[in-house]
């Protein structure tokens, strides 16, 4: 309400029905104009639908197309679960190049062996380069344990140029006994080499005890021979190494026993082996073959035992093998998840159809009597 009063411009204000319709009717006319605008939408996606739908009044169960059916559902999990359990534990991927690592480090080298018949203060160990010349400072551990034999555990720091393990006689004994039978035909026994006879010893009886020079052999038996990092014990490497044993450990268990004092060379031939797991880690080891001879020490003045030695002759190759895991991307999945699933219901769909076809057809045939 306004006024007018004493030179002030006072208005009034009225109400307008007209103005109130027109935006009703502009708010109805727009919100029909957008409903038609997404049928219309609706519609057009309708129209691109490649798989049109059958009513379901028109649809026909049969016994045939439910066996299919659920052929196809065993046959598509079985396919699912196969996929998803090699995609979850991903593969190895074997590679194998020209090695370019730092040749000055060491490789890290463990040998267990049992020298039989034998006593520790008798044995020594050397590291010794290709030219013979001894290398200082590489041992890591040395234990000794004595039984009945020898059993010298060494791990040592080798250098990757070509080098050797040897042990050796570094004192030995002058005689050793044996018990000689009065029948013949029955065999010597002969007692451990440095053995020295109790003041109360009785010899057995029907045999004499009798004192001879000793000869020095070196039989031995290879408990343990490994060469860099221990592989990882891990399902997966199963698939590329069945029997972890085989190339990385292969001297295991091998036992030379000739009661002669023969000297033992083993040449052992090193092949880089790297193994990359999942989380990038790495562990070094090496494979090997090994070649074995034996030959007796002999000098101008006739056998020389103290020169009888186990020797193991080492060399690198030039060549690296590497094994790594590797998993499947995921677009790889769904692309495998999307051939099994559409490719088994295809398939099922064009042999059902072509034995209900049949059956139709013969079906007619029996009835119309054209059986024949």
């Not at 990757?160 to 039978?181: D, Q």
């Not at 010597?188 to 109360?200: A, Q």
């Not at 295991?252 to 031939?269: I, R, V």
């Not at 060549?319 to 692309?335: A, D, F, G, N, V």
């Amino acid at each position: 309400q306004s006024y007018l009063s004493q030179g002030h411009v006072t208005l009034q204000r009225t109400k307008c029905p007209i103005s109130s319709v027109a935006i009703v009717w502009v708010a109805w006319y727009s919100c029909r104009w957008v409903y038609d605008k997404q049928t219309m939408v609706l519609q057009f996606f309708r129209e691109l639908d490649f798989y049109k739908k059958v009513p379901r009044d028109l649809k026909e169960g049969t016994l045939g197309g439910a066996a299919i059916t659920v052929s196809c559902i065993i046959l598509t999990v079985y396919l699912v679960v196969s996929e998803l359990s090699l995609y979850s534990n991903g593969s190895l991927k074997t590679s194998m190049f020209v090695t370019t690592g730092n040749h000055e480090e060491s490789l890290n080298a463990i040998l267990n062996i049992t020298i039989l018949g034998r006593q520790c203060d008798e044995l020594d160990v050397d590291i010794r380069n290709s030219g013979g010349r001894k290398i200082e400072d590489v041992l890591k551990t040395y234990k000794k344990q004595e039984r009945e034999d020898c059993t010298l555990y060494v791990e040592v720091l080798l250098p990757r140029a070509p080098g050797a393990i040897l042990i050796l006689n570094k004192r030995i004994p002058r005689y050793r006994y044996r018990l000689v039978p009065e029948d013949p035909d029955e065999k010597v026994i002969h007692l451990r080499p440095g053995w020295v006879k109790p003041e109360n010893y009785t010899t057995p009886e029907g045999y004499e005890l009798l004192k001879s020079p000793a000869h020095i052999s070196l039989d031995h038996r290879i408990n343990h021979v490994e060469f860099g990092d221990d592989i990882p014990v891990r399902t997966r490497w199963d698939d590329v190494l069945p029997d972890r044993s085989t190339p990385f450990k292969v001297l295991n268990g091998m036992k030379k026993s000739h009661h002669l004092a023969l000297s033992h060379d083993y040449h052992l031939k090193l092949v880089p082996t790297s193994f990359i797991d999942q989380n990038k880690v790495r562990t070094d080891s090496f494979q090997y073959t090994y070649a074995h001879q034996s030959f007796l020490m002999v000098t101008p003045g006739g056998i020389a035992p103290r020169g009888s030695t186990v020797i193991f002759r080492y060399e690198v190759s030039a060549l690296e093998i590497r094994y790594r895991y590797t998993r499947k991307p995921l677009y790889h999945l769904l692309t495998m998840m999307c051939a099994i699933i559409g490719g088994i219901f295809t398939v099922a769909g064009i042999i059902d159809r072509v034995f209900f076809n049949v059956h139709q057809v013969l079906r007619k045939k029996i009835q119309l009597g054209k059986q024949s």
